[in-house]
């Protein structure tokens, strides 16, 4: 029986270890939110999570949990790059 779409995002979140949050360029609220947002439940379920964002951060922003965690560039990560254009991606 093949997995539904949910099932699958689940299979993976519990099987993997390590994962890599990033966001978009000139970072807005909602898109740190929800990076922070998912750091947080990844951390609390013992996986090894790291953020980082390549612009700076407003400091309208400096409330937000956890935002000192995000970082400005994932150096040790780089053994496992993926980069993906998405400037022409029909909205």
Same mark, same amino acid.
Request: glycine share 6%; no cysteine; proline share 0%.
């Given at each position: 029986m093949e997995l539904t779409p949910k099932q699958q995002v689940v299979? @993976?979140?519990k099987n *993997?270890? +390590?994962f890599l949050i990033l966001t978009h360029k000139n970072p807005d609220? %909602? &898109?740190l939110g929800s990076m922070l947002a998912l750091y947080l439940t990844l951390s609390r379920l013992d996986k090894e999570v790291m953020i980082a964002c390549s612009d700076t951060i407003p400091s309208v922003f400096s409330f937000l949990p956890s935002i000192d965690n995000v970082k400005k560039s994932f150096a *040790? &990560?780089? %053994?496992?790059l993926i980069s993906? +254009? @998405?400037s022409e991606v029909a909205a």
């Open positions: 299979e @993976t979140l *993997s270890k +390590n609220g %909602d &898109a *040790s &990560a780089r %053994d496992f993906i +254009n @998405t």
